[in-house]
T-cell receptor, first 112, second 112 residues
Framework: IAGITQAPTSQILAAGRRMTLRCTQDMRHNAMYWYRQDLGLGLRLIHYSNTAGTTGKGEVPDGYSVSRANTDDFPLTLASAVPSQTSVYFC???????????FGPGTRLLVL | GESVGLHLPTLSVQEGDNSIINCAYSNSASDYFIWYKQESGKGPQFIIDIRSNMDKRQGQRVTVLLNKTVKHLSLQIAATQPGDSAVYFCAENGGGYNKLIFGAGTRLAVHP
């Protein structure tokens, strides 16, 4: 069992480019989440999904979009990247909302 | 707004000693708390959780204590080992079941 996988591991991106971060879980968890982690600010929720077909906004959703076409996949898209989106991005999942969240290994993104 | 341990202090301990990592939370509506461990370059890893109907919960070498009166959470690690060196985050669900709020973390440095 792989748990949660994220791709790419790291990426350097020119400002203005579109980028999709991939997240896949094989635990059949209903809920999935995207966080960004910045020094001194901890983990901040970007978007979440309680179940396939539904999504919701977290604390810092601007500039990001998500989709949840099926249980396993929860991609995060930056439509037009800006330098302030330089961060480490973590995907997480839980059996249901309100349960313990399990995290992927992260994607390190540098926007120049 | 709510806050959970926004500072990132460093706790230095000798190998074999017990460690205590503290966390203050501000939302009295929170009823679920989690401790995560994050090693360098990796995603947060679940350690232990506790619900508000409990004051104490024990795991393997770890104990979480919850004091709702003063809104304080602590993680005790017995016989600290070099492998325990990491950043430890507390999280609360004060923002709703989908919105875990994380502190900035505490760095634990274990010296031989």
């Amino acid at each position: 069992i792989a748990g949660i996988t994220q791709a790419p591991t790291s990426q350097i991106l020119a400002a203005g480019r579109r980028m999709t971060l991939r997240c896949t879980q094989d635990m059949r968890h209903n809920a999935m989440y995207w966080y960004r982690q910045d020094l001194g600010l901890g983990l901040r929720l970007i978007h979440y999904s309680n179940t396939a077909g539904t999504t919701g906004k977290g604390e810092v959703p601007d500039g990001y979009s998500v989709s949840r076409a099926n249980t396993d996949d929860f991609p995060l898209t930056l439509a037009s990247a800006v330098p302030s989106q330089t961060s480490v991005y973590f995907c997480a999942s839980s059996t249901d909302q309100g349960q313990t969240q399990y995290f992927g290994p992260g994607t390190r993104l540098l926007v120049l | 707004g709510e806050s959970v341990g926004l500072h990132l202090p460093t706790l230095s301990v000798q190998e074999g000693d017990n460690s205590i990592i503290n966390c203050a939370y501000s939302n009295s509506a929170s009823d679920y708390f989690i401790w995560y461990k994050q090693e360098s370059g990796k995603g947060p890893q679940f350690i232990i959780d506790i619900r508000s109907n409990m004051d104490k919960r024990q795991g393997q070498r770890v104990t979480v204590l919850l004091n709702k009166t003063v809104k304080h959470l602590s993680l005790q690690i017995a016989a600290t080992q070099p492998g325990d060196s990491a950043v430890y985050f507390c999280a609360e669900n004060g923002g709703g079941y989908n919105k875990l709020i994380f502190g900035a973390g505490t760095r634990l440095a274990v010296h031989p």
